[in-house]
T-cell receptor, first 116, second 113 residues
Framework: DTGVSQDPRHKITKRGQNVTFRCDPI?????LYWYRQTLGQGPEFLTY????????KSRLLSDRFSAERPKGSFSTLEIQRTEQGDSAMYLC??????????????FGEGSWLTVV | GQQLNQSPQSMFIQEGEDVSMNCTSS?????WLWYKQDPGEGPVLLIA?????ELTSNGRLTAQFGITRKDSFLNISASIPSDVGIYFC?????????????FGQGTTLQVKP
Protein backbone atom coordinates (compact mmCIF):
# COMPACT_ATOMS: atom_id res chain seq x y z
CA ASP A 1 0.00 0.00 0.00
CA THR A 2 1.50 3.34 -1.01
CA GLY A 3 -0.96 5.62 0.76
CA VAL A 4 -0.56 7.61 3.95
CA SER A 5 -0.11 5.27 6.93
CA GLN A 6 -0.93 6.08 10.53
CA ASP A 7 -0.18 4.17 13.70
CA PRO A 8 -1.79 3.28 16.01
CA ARG A 9 -5.30 3.31 14.59
CA HIS A 10 -6.83 3.40 18.04
CA LYS A 11 -5.50 4.47 21.41
CA ILE A 12 -7.24 4.55 24.78
CA THR A 13 -5.32 6.35 27.49
CA LYS A 14 -5.87 7.63 30.98
CA ARG A 15 -6.04 11.34 31.58
CA GLY A 16 -2.60 12.74 32.27
CA GLN A 17 -0.71 10.18 30.22
CA ASN A 18 1.37 11.02 27.15
CA VAL A 19 0.55 9.59 23.73
CA THR A 20 2.41 9.59 20.43
CA PHE A 21 1.07 9.04 16.93
CA ARG A 22 3.14 8.23 13.88
CA CYS A 23 2.50 9.12 10.26
CA ASP A 24 4.24 7.78 7.18
CA PRO A 25 3.32 9.98 4.21
CA ILE A 26 3.16 8.97 0.58
CA UNK A 27 6.69 8.40 -0.63
CA UNK A 28 8.37 11.57 -1.97
CA UNK A 29 5.62 13.86 -0.72
CA UNK A 30 7.41 16.82 0.81
CA UNK A 31 4.34 18.38 2.44
CA LEU A 32 2.83 16.83 5.55
CA TYR A 33 -0.17 17.98 7.57
CA TRP A 34 -1.81 17.04 10.86
CA TYR A 35 -5.52 17.61 11.38
CA ARG A 36 -7.90 16.88 14.23
CA GLN A 37 -11.50 15.79 13.78
CA THR A 38 -14.22 15.46 16.40
CA LEU A 39 -17.56 13.74 15.91
CA GLY A 40 -19.90 15.61 13.60
CA GLN A 41 -17.27 18.10 12.47
CA GLY A 42 -14.93 18.46 9.54
CA PRO A 43 -11.19 18.09 10.07
CA GLU A 44 -9.39 21.10 11.56
CA PHE A 45 -5.84 22.05 10.64
CA LEU A 46 -3.21 21.59 13.35
CA THR A 47 0.21 21.93 11.76
CA TYR A 48 2.17 21.79 8.50
CA UNK A 49 5.64 20.56 7.55
CA UNK A 50 7.55 21.18 4.38
CA UNK A 51 10.26 18.57 4.40
CA UNK A 52 11.62 18.66 7.97
CA UNK A 53 10.61 22.27 8.68
CA UNK A 54 7.47 22.96 10.67
CA UNK A 55 6.20 26.08 8.93
CA UNK A 56 2.78 26.65 10.43
CA LYS A 57 0.98 25.78 13.65
CA SER A 58 -2.67 26.39 14.43
CA ARG A 59 -3.84 28.06 17.61
CA LEU A 60 -5.48 24.69 18.31
CA LEU A 61 -2.01 23.27 18.91
CA SER A 62 -1.52 24.00 22.60
CA ASP A 63 1.87 23.72 24.28
CA ARG A 64 0.99 20.14 25.27
CA PHE A 65 1.15 19.19 21.62
CA SER A 66 4.39 18.75 19.71
CA ALA A 67 5.01 17.49 16.21
CA GLU A 68 8.23 16.53 14.52
CA ARG A 69 9.40 15.38 11.14
CA PRO A 70 13.09 14.81 11.80
CA LYS A 71 14.28 13.57 8.42
CA GLY A 72 11.57 14.97 6.23
CA SER A 73 9.89 11.59 5.89
CA PHE A 74 7.72 10.20 8.73
CA SER A 75 6.22 12.47 11.36
CA THR A 76 5.17 12.09 14.99
CA LEU A 77 2.52 13.96 16.95
CA GLU A 78 2.89 13.80 20.73
CA ILE A 79 0.29 14.92 23.23
CA GLN A 80 1.52 15.37 26.78
CA ARG A 81 -0.66 15.26 29.91
CA THR A 82 -3.72 14.26 27.91
CA GLU A 83 -7.10 15.73 28.78
CA GLN A 84 -10.55 14.38 27.98
CA GLY A 85 -10.99 17.20 25.49
CA ASP A 86 -8.14 15.74 23.46
CA SER A 87 -10.35 12.80 22.49
CA ALA A 88 -10.65 12.97 18.71
CA MET A 89 -9.41 11.45 15.50
CA TYR A 90 -5.97 12.71 14.49
CA LEU A 91 -5.50 12.70 10.75
CA CYS A 92 -2.26 12.91 8.83
CA UNK A 93 -2.15 14.02 5.21
CA UNK A 94 0.52 14.57 2.60
CA UNK A 95 0.99 16.21 -0.76
CA UNK A 96 3.70 17.14 -3.20
CA UNK A 97 4.51 20.76 -3.88
CA UNK A 98 5.04 21.75 -7.44
CA UNK A 99 2.55 19.50 -9.14
CA UNK A 100 1.26 21.30 -12.19
CA UNK A 101 -2.24 20.19 -11.37
CA UNK A 102 -2.16 21.78 -7.92
CA UNK A 103 -1.59 20.74 -4.32
CA UNK A 104 -3.75 17.63 -3.95
CA UNK A 105 -3.85 16.41 -0.37
CA UNK A 106 -4.28 12.74 0.54
CA PHE A 107 -5.30 11.61 4.01
CA GLY A 108 -4.41 8.60 6.10
CA GLU A 109 -6.96 6.45 7.90
CA GLY A 110 -6.59 8.40 11.12
CA SER A 111 -5.67 7.61 14.71
CA TRP A 112 -8.55 7.56 17.16
CA LEU A 113 -7.71 8.83 20.64
CA THR A 114 -9.97 8.24 23.62
CA VAL A 115 -8.93 9.81 26.91
CA VAL A 116 -10.67 8.29 29.94
CA GLY B 1 -11.50 33.64 10.05
CA GLN B 2 -12.42 31.78 6.91
CA GLN B 3 -15.64 29.80 6.98
CA LEU B 4 -17.12 27.21 4.68
CA ASN B 5 -20.84 26.62 4.74
CA GLN B 6 -21.84 23.23 3.40
CA SER B 7 -25.42 22.24 2.70
CA PRO B 8 -27.50 20.32 3.16
CA GLN B 9 -26.36 18.95 6.50
CA SER B 10 -27.95 15.58 5.76
CA MET B 11 -29.90 13.82 3.04
CA PHE B 12 -31.99 10.66 3.01
CA ILE B 13 -32.76 9.53 -0.51
CA GLN B 14 -34.02 6.56 -2.48
CA GLU B 15 -31.58 4.45 -4.44
CA GLY B 16 -31.37 5.69 -8.02
CA GLU B 17 -32.02 9.33 -7.19
CA ASP B 18 -29.59 12.12 -7.98
CA VAL B 19 -27.94 14.08 -5.18
CA SER B 20 -26.61 17.61 -5.06
CA MET B 21 -24.67 19.35 -2.31
CA ASN B 22 -22.76 22.62 -2.24
CA CYS B 23 -20.30 24.74 -0.34
CA THR B 24 -19.95 28.48 -0.10
CA SER B 25 -17.07 30.44 1.33
CA SER B 26 -16.67 33.88 2.82
CA UNK B 27 -13.42 34.27 0.90
CA UNK B 28 -11.77 33.18 -2.33
CA UNK B 29 -10.15 29.78 -2.71
CA UNK B 30 -7.77 28.69 -5.45
CA UNK B 31 -8.55 24.97 -5.10
CA TRP B 32 -11.64 23.02 -4.12
CA LEU B 33 -11.49 19.38 -3.08
CA TRP B 34 -14.33 16.98 -2.35
CA TYR B 35 -13.83 14.04 0.03
CA LYS B 36 -15.95 11.11 1.23
CA GLN B 37 -15.51 9.72 4.70
CA ASP B 38 -16.81 6.43 6.05
CA PRO B 39 -17.22 5.92 9.81
CA GLY B 40 -13.89 5.43 11.55
CA GLU B 41 -11.88 6.08 8.40
CA GLY B 42 -9.98 9.01 6.97
CA PRO B 43 -11.35 11.20 4.16
CA VAL B 44 -10.92 9.77 0.67
CA LEU B 45 -10.39 12.20 -2.18
CA LEU B 46 -13.16 12.17 -4.79
CA ILE B 47 -12.55 15.16 -7.02
CA ALA B 48 -10.04 18.03 -7.14
CA UNK B 49 -10.80 21.36 -8.85
CA UNK B 50 -8.06 23.88 -9.65
CA UNK B 51 -9.57 26.58 -11.87
CA UNK B 52 -12.63 28.79 -11.60
CA UNK B 53 -15.41 27.43 -13.78
CA GLU B 54 -13.84 23.98 -13.99
CA LEU B 55 -16.28 21.08 -14.26
CA THR B 56 -14.84 17.66 -13.49
CA SER B 57 -16.38 14.20 -13.40
CA ASN B 58 -15.34 10.99 -11.69
CA GLY B 59 -17.75 8.23 -12.66
CA ARG B 60 -21.18 9.17 -11.35
CA LEU B 61 -19.74 12.18 -9.53
CA THR B 62 -19.51 15.66 -11.01
CA ALA B 63 -18.13 18.73 -9.28
CA GLN B 64 -17.73 22.35 -10.32
CA PHE B 65 -15.51 25.19 -9.15
CA GLY B 66 -17.68 28.31 -9.03
CA ILE B 67 -16.84 31.30 -11.21
CA THR B 68 -16.63 33.58 -8.18
CA ARG B 69 -14.13 31.14 -6.58
CA LYS B 70 -16.28 31.25 -3.45
CA ASP B 71 -18.39 28.18 -4.08
CA SER B 72 -18.44 24.63 -5.37
CA PHE B 73 -21.01 21.90 -5.83
CA LEU B 74 -20.95 18.11 -6.01
CA ASN B 75 -23.54 16.03 -7.83
CA ILE B 76 -23.98 12.28 -7.54
CA SER B 77 -26.11 10.68 -10.21
CA ALA B 78 -28.11 7.46 -9.86
CA SER B 79 -27.17 6.91 -6.21
CA ILE B 80 -26.43 3.42 -4.93
CA PRO B 81 -26.24 2.09 -1.35
CA SER B 82 -22.44 2.29 -1.22
CA ASP B 83 -22.68 6.07 -1.70
CA VAL B 84 -23.66 6.24 1.98
CA GLY B 85 -21.21 8.31 4.01
CA ILE B 86 -20.22 11.84 4.90
CA TYR B 87 -19.14 14.15 2.09
CA PHE B 88 -16.84 17.07 2.83
CA CYS B 89 -15.87 20.02 0.71
CA UNK B 90 -12.51 21.63 1.40
CA UNK B 91 -10.90 24.75 0.05
CA UNK B 92 -7.32 25.92 -0.19
CA UNK B 93 -6.60 29.56 0.46
CA UNK B 94 -4.52 31.06 -2.33
CA UNK B 95 -2.90 33.54 0.02
CA UNK B 96 -1.40 30.76 2.13
CA UNK B 97 1.80 29.10 0.97
CA UNK B 98 1.08 25.96 2.96
CA UNK B 99 -1.84 24.60 0.98
CA UNK B 100 -3.74 23.86 4.18
CA UNK B 101 -7.40 22.98 3.79
CA UNK B 102 -10.47 24.57 5.33
CA PHE B 103 -13.30 22.03 5.60
CA GLY B 104 -17.05 22.34 5.47
CA GLN B 105 -19.21 20.75 8.15
CA GLY B 106 -20.05 17.76 5.98
CA THR B 107 -23.16 16.35 4.30
CA THR B 108 -24.36 13.01 5.64
CA LEU B 109 -25.90 10.92 2.87
CA GLN B 110 -28.13 7.95 3.50
CA VAL B 111 -29.47 5.86 0.61
CA LYS B 112 -32.51 3.64 0.96
CA PRO B 113 -32.34 0.52 -1.22
Amino acid sequence: DTGVSQDPRHKITKRGQNVTFRCDPISEHNRLYWYRQTLGQGPEFLTYFQNEAQLEKSRLLSDRFSAERPKGSFSTLEIQRTEQGDSAMYLCASSSKGQTSGNTIYFGEGSWLTVV
Amino acid sequence: GQQLNQSPQSMFIQEGEDVSMNCTSSSIFNTWLWYKQDPGEGPVLLIALYKAGELTSNGRLTAQFGITRKDSFLNISASIPSDVGIYFCAGQDGSSNTGKLIFGQGTTLQVKP
